[in-house]
């Protein structure tokens, strides 16, 4: 079964609800960044140190992050290769949408946001907790946890700003295609799929503005003060 | 009107093609497409050079032969027509015009613009059909009562002419739109219930073999098809696949 090109688009499907609805968490959390910093330290270290989400989940997703990125570039060469010789003239816009035509270029854009993302969090948290053996999540200097501080230093960069906010912008046109389509992967068509594939298009705008307004808040703040 | 065509030229399969100019005068608003080509090839003949290959047939748009891709759209700029049914008023005098044959590596160039879409009716041979014995035991049609919504969804499935525009426009050329049709038409129908998982399975696993693309759900067959088949049938498809295959 996972040799046919409806059972690989099923598994590119549910890898990417997966990673939705993990957006969606992350999310969740990063917005108490700005209303409840406290709440954001709490819910941090916990994240960071359950054996739960550390053992189990966050393989879970590197596993699915992994897993979504190389199925996109294995669909991406076979549809290649199934037009070998190609258009002198093709008018893709006169009947698709650019988002769906191009999910391999917003594809590649979050993953070197993903990059960029590891070295500026994941890294450093695996060096404090695992190398350095600092599970405390506490600051150096006492004053508390640690990650709300954190979190707001590196929102401190112009250019990290401008490079969360481009990735964003891409996320958002990759979702506003891809997550509506995976109900189309998975066969779901009823009376349901209209309302569903709205909810689909409003998560894709709104969860990526959330984000750029997550950065931009701690940016505008530091300017401030 | 004038136009200047842009033709894609190949001899046969193996040879390496490239695209013509050729200018062309006196057409008229209520020619079709393939008149248009037809009084190009009337001059080439009468020149003595080699007539532009192109496929066709009924020429009203029912045997799905004509193809052509045509200023980057399979059927030209028009919608819910083929080739045939395309008329030249929908071209302005001066236009330059390119037409290229339907871009697939599962439909090679036979010669020019005509392309080879058996792919397809091997496709329907691996199980778009139903096993009833008809020789001297013809059934009445009417003798299975089959719901009204089921009965005309599975005729908008079965308009499908078998044309390959949906694989022409699609970005990965991708069948998905042809087999979901055929699929569909048969799943919809008690009569078709029967042999509703091997169908699926063997009718997918043949269009993989040819080499079509994956489905990316661009959409882009849906507004291409001359029959407006409906994307719905991709998802039920999808659904009759997943199910099947897990029946095993
Ligand atoms: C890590 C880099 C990523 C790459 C290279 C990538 C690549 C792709 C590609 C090429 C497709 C289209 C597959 C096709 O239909 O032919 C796709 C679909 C999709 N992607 Fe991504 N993607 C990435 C990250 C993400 C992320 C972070 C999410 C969600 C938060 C996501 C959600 C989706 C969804 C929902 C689909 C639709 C699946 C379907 O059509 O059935 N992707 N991705
Ligand atoms: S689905 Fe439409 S475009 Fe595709 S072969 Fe059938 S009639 Fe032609
Ligand atoms: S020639 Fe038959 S459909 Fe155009």
């Known amino acids: 079964m996972t040799s046919s090109s409806i059972a690989r688009k099923f598994a590119m499907a549910l890898s990417g609800l997966f990673l939705v609805l993990f957006l969606g968490q992350h999310f969740t959390i990063n917005l108490t960044s700005v209303i409840a910093p406290d709440t954001f330290n709490n819910w941090s270290h916990f994240m960071g140190t359950n054996f739960l989400v550390q053992a189990v989940l966050q393989p879970v997703l590197i596993f699915g992050v992994v897993f979504h990125f190389i199925m996109g570039f294995i669909l991406e060469l076979q549809n290649r290769r199934a037009r070998n010789v190609g258009y002198a003239s093709y008018k893709g816009s006169a009947n698709a949408s650019w988002a769906s035509r191009n999910m391999i270029i917003s594809g590649l854009v979050i993953l070197a946001f993903l990059v960029l993302h590891f070295i500026d969090f994941w890294i450093p948290e695996l060096n404090i907790k695992y190398l350095q053996g600092d599970m405390s999540g506490l600051l150096e200097s006492g004053g508390g946890y640690r990650y709300h501080e954190e979190l707001v230093h590196k929102f401190e960069s112009h250019l990290r700003v401008i490079a969360y906010v481009i990735a964003f912008v891409l996320l958002a046109i990759h979702l506003w295609h891809g997550f509506a389509s995976s109900f189309q992967s998975v066969g779901f068509n009823n009376k349901y799929s209209k309302g569903l594939t709205s909810f689909a298009k409003v998560y894709a705008i709104v969860i990526p503005v959330g984000f750029i307004f997550i950065a931009l808040y701690h940016h505008i703040n530091h300017l401030i003060h | ?248």
Not at chain 2, 48 to 62: A, L
Not at chain 2, 76 to 94: E, V, W
């Open chain 2, 1 to 248: 009107m004038k136009l200047t065509l842009k033709i894609w030229r190949q001899e046969n399969a193996a040879a390496k093609g490239g695209i013509q100019s050729y200018p062309i005068d006196g057409i008229e608003g209520d020619m079709s497409f393939l008149e248009m080509l037809d009084v190009l090839n009337e001059q080439l003949i009468s020149k003595g050079d080699d007539p532009v290959v192109f496929d066709h047939d009924c020429r009203e748009g029912i045997c799905g032969s004509c193809s052509l891709q045509i200023n980057g759209e399979p059927h030209g700029p028009d919608r819910l027509i083929t080739t045939c049914q395309l008329h030249m008023r929908m071209f302005k005098d001066g236009d330059t015009i390119t037409i290229e044959p339907f871009r697939a590596a599962a439909f090679p160039v036979i010669k020019d613009l005509m392309v080879d879409r058996t792919a397809f009716d091997r496709i329907q041979q691996a199980g778009g059909y139903i096993s009833v014995n008809t020789s001297g035991n013809t059934i009445d049609a009417n003798a299975i009562p089959v719901n009204k919504e089921d009965a005309d969804e599975s005729f908008n499935a079965a308009t499908c002419i078998g044309c390959g525009a949906c694989v022409a426009a699609c970005k990965n050329a991708s069948a998905m739109l042809f087999t979901a049709a055929k699929v569909s038409q048969f799943a919809l129908l008690p009569q078709g219930k029967v042999e509703a998982a091997t169908r699926v399975l063997n009718m997918v696993e043949q269009m993989d073999k040819e080499g079509f693309g994956n489905c990316t759900n661009t959409g882009a067959c849906e507004v291409e098809c001359p029959k407006g088949i409906s994307l719905e049938n991709i998802a039920r498809m999808n659904r009759e696949y997943l199910s099947a295959s897990l029946k095993g």
